[in-house]
């Protein structure tokens, strides 16, 4: 069982550069979220799906655009990459009716 | 808004010492409490939680209870271990605790020496 998978785990972009983060949970969970992580600011929600075939923008959503593809897969795209969104991503999924939330490995994204 | 302040870190302490980590809250409404546990590499683990006031969270050893007149949710350990060394992140989420929308501080990295 291998919960939620990160893809890259590890990427170094230019800026004005777009790529897109990939997310899988094989949990069945019906919700998933994507959070940044930055030193001294915790973590912070930037998009999230409720369910298949909805997302809702969270606390930082400037500069990101998300897609449920499937109950399976969240993904994140970053359009015209910016230093400012050098960071440590982390993909999340929660079953219907409780926690805890899953949390993935990460991406470390850095925008040079 | 609703937000969460903990205690600066680093925090370095020897092996078998006691731990305490702070953790206050400001929230409306009645949220759930969390500490989750962040080994290096690694994404989040939830530690315990909490869900209502006095409520006792308790896992592997760490303890934290909710007050709500101090609004405090304070971690505890009564003898730490090197293994214990990670980053410790305090959440809250407002209305549910059967949500993955949570607002979290911003992490104390904990140093255990032999």
């Known amino acids: 069982n291998a919960g939620v998978t990160q893809t890259p785990k590890f990427q170094v972009l230019k800026t004005g550069q777009s790529m897109t983060l990939q997310c899988a949970q094989d949990?069945?969970?019906?919700?998933m979220y994507w959070y940044r992580q930055d030193p001294g600011m915790g973590l912070r929600l930037i998009y999230y799906?409720?369910?298949?075939?909805?997302?809702d923008k969270g606390e930082v959503p400037n500069g990101y655009n998300v897609s449920r593809l499937n109950k399976r897969e969240f993904s994140l795209r970053l359009e015209s990459a910016a230093p400012s969104q050098t960071s440590v991503y982390f993909c999340?999924?929660?079953?219907?009716?409780?926690?805890?939330?899953?949390f993935g490995n990460g991406t470390r994204l850095t925008v040079t | 808004g609703d937000s969460v302040t903990q205690m600066e870190g680093p925090v370095t302490l020897s092996e078998e010492a006691f731990l305490t980590i702070n953790c206050t809250y400001t929230?409306?409404?009645?949220?759930?409490l969390f500490w989750y546990v962040q080994y290096p590499g690694e994404g989040l683990q939830l530690l315990l939680k909490?869900?209502?006031?006095?409520d006792k969270g308790s896992n592997k050893g760490f303890e934290a209870t909710y007050r709500k007149e101090t609004t405090s949710f304070h971690l505890e350990k009564g003898s730490v271990q090197v293994s214990d060394s990670a980053v410790y992140f305090c959440a809250l989420s407002v209305g549910s605790s059967n949500t993955g929308k949570l607002i979290f501080g911003q992490g104390t990295t904990l140093q255990v020496k032999p």
């Open positions: 799906s409720a369910s298949e075939g909805t997302t």
């Open positions: 949990m069945n969970h019906n919700s």
């Open positions: 999340a999924s929660i079953r219907t009716g409780g926690s805890p939330l899953h």
């Open positions: 929230a409306t409404g009645y949220p759930s």
């Open positions: 909490a869900t209502k006031a006095d």
